[in-house]
């Protein structure tokens, strides 16, 4: 059984810093390229991170490059985000999510498996 378990989120000010991260179990995580999503109520998820399981390459969203980095251990079967100047518009509920694919990783219909969630809020 495939589970993606997300932890990290809380409330943080504006400015601040946050570290997600997921841990995964049940598949072979070195095959697995990874993404952070993002959903707002009433709104589609968003992309936001990815990593290529082939050569660990990383993409970003417009709105977080330059402040998120996302990283994964393999050895543990983990992925992070690392979120730094943080915005109000970042809150939101954070998804991990993990697919087969190495390209094209943007898009969430790519993704076979999804974690439950953990909430973001950041404060004025």
Known sequence: ???????????????GSLRLSCTVSGLRFMLYSMAWFRRTPGNDREFVAAISYRDRSRKYSDSVKGRFTMSRDNDKNVVYLQMDSL??????????????????????????????????????
Do not use: R
């Open 1 to 15: 059984q495939v589970q993606l378990t997300e932890s990290g989120g809380t409330l943080v000010q504006t400015g």
């Open 87 to 124: 915005k109000p518009e970042d809150t939101a509920v954070y998804y991990c999510a993990s697919t087969g694919h190495y390209s094209d990783l943007y898009s969430s219909h790519k993704y076979d498996y999804w974690g439950q969630g953990t909430q973001v809020i950041v404060s004025p």
